[in-house]
């Protein structure tokens, strides 16, 4: 695929294929009707022809070249698998095109401070475990790892105090930056300020601007109630402190804290905590914290 790529994307080439797709044609009628010096356009049809993209036979004085439609037909099939690809509904493109059309609006809004303040959003949950096990998702720095990000991205940085008046720092970057070369996708810094095991938790937590300032202070407030075997995990969002800069990220909250929450319901689902090596229970007064070693400053991450 990658030799036939390469022979298409010249133009004369492109032009050569064009007129064979028409019918078989000597070299020297092909370099009449490309515009072409025969010489040049020999060597255009023989890199075809290692591509596999024509054929050629002489006949007396002449040789004639003709298209090989099978190569062409696969490179469409391949093309049209991307596009079907790209175009589900269900997809990370839609994704992308949901929050595009959230940050324009967004966007259109942000006029002066405080432009957000009181905007809420609500999520809800209902997932496998009990409100104990639950509890130490949202709490443990290990746990918390495995699905406090929106999709695609990965816990690069992580603090998590699980008492009142406990530090909050989050950081995350793309999930394929595995060195840590890109720069930082998101950091936020918080307090927590309820706490009760199983139950309830609630903290503050402030989105960092790429040029150090605070978006907006988000209040989070998290209730836990046993339901069956699992639990219903009830989240209320709420912001104070917008600024005019915080467009973009007022537009992901509903979609990235939505997936992450989706991921903890998976997480949860496939017994993560269990396998995990890392994990290991804390009073609520423990700062719990996660390294993350593929970071070159060799900073804490969560």
Known sequence: MDALLSA???PVRWRLVSLL???PRSVGVLAQLA???QPQTTKHLQTLERAGIVTSQRTGQRRIYALRSAPLRELAAALGGLADTAERSDGPHATYDRYGLSLRAERLAAQESGWADGRAFRFYRALPGSPGLVWRH????????????PDDLRVSELLF???????????????EDTDGSDPVAGRAEGIVDVVRPGERLAYRLSPQLPGGGLAF?????????PAGTGTDLDV???ITDSTVDSADFVAGIEIGFGQSLDKL???????ADESDGHSTSTSTSTSTSTKDTNDTDTRSAK
């Open 8 to 10: 298409l994307a010249d």
């Open 21 to 23: 797709a028409e019918r």
């Open 35 to 37: 515009e072409a010096r």
């Open 138 to 149: 949202l709490t443990e720095a290990a746990l918390l790892s495995h699905w406090w990000t």
């Open 161 to 175: 105090e699980a008492r009142e008046g406990g530090r909050i720092v989050h950081e995350y970057r793309d999930a």
């Open 217 to 225: 202070t988000a209040h989070v407030d998290l209730g836990l109630r």
């Open 236 to 238: 209320h969002w709420r």
């Open 265 to 271: 319901a998976a997480t949860l689902a496939a017994g």
